[in-house]
């Protein structure tokens, strides 16, 4: 189990900028999968940005090229540094890790959130 925060979020207009920090509670150099998903209202949680720990990243289309996950093992924080943002960015942003509890079972941790929302 860990516990992760997630912080950065707030109001942008549209092509601006957010960095998104997620810290968790303890190492995350050992954590197979990190990353974040996002929901707005009356949607599904969707993935956003996902990387391992041996540095593999995987994006959604509708925001590859446009944000990047990174991992600072050191400070035990994830980030996603969001540009050009559009209005459809729009969302709570969870910070997610899958923990790998033995060679054959994961568990799946979240954080609490934090609001995006981009203004035309």
């Known amino acids: 189990q860990v516990q992760l925060v997630e912080s950065g979020g707030g109001l942008v207009q549209a092509g601006g900028s957010l960095r998104l920090s997620c810290t968790a509670s303890?190492?995350?150099?050992?954590?197979?999968?990190m990353g974040w998903f996002r929901q707005a209202p009356g949607k599904q949680r969707d993935l956003v940005a996902t990387?391992?720990?041996?540095?593999?990243?995987n994006y959604a289309d509708s925001v590859k090229g446009r944000f990047t996950i990174s991992r600072d093992n050191d400070k035990n924080t994830v980030y996603l540094q969001m540009n050009s943002l559009k209005p459809e960015d729009t969302a709570v942003y969870y910070c997610?890790?899958?923990?790998?509890?033995?060679?054959?079972?994961?568990?799946?941790?979240w954080g609490q959130g934090t609001q995006v929302t981009v203004s035309s």
């Open positions: 997610h890790a899958r923990l790998m509890t033995t060679a054959w079972n994961f568990r799946d941790c």
């Open positions: 990387k391992t720990s041996g540095g593999t990243t």
């Open positions: 303890r190492s995350i150099s050992n954590i197979n999968t």
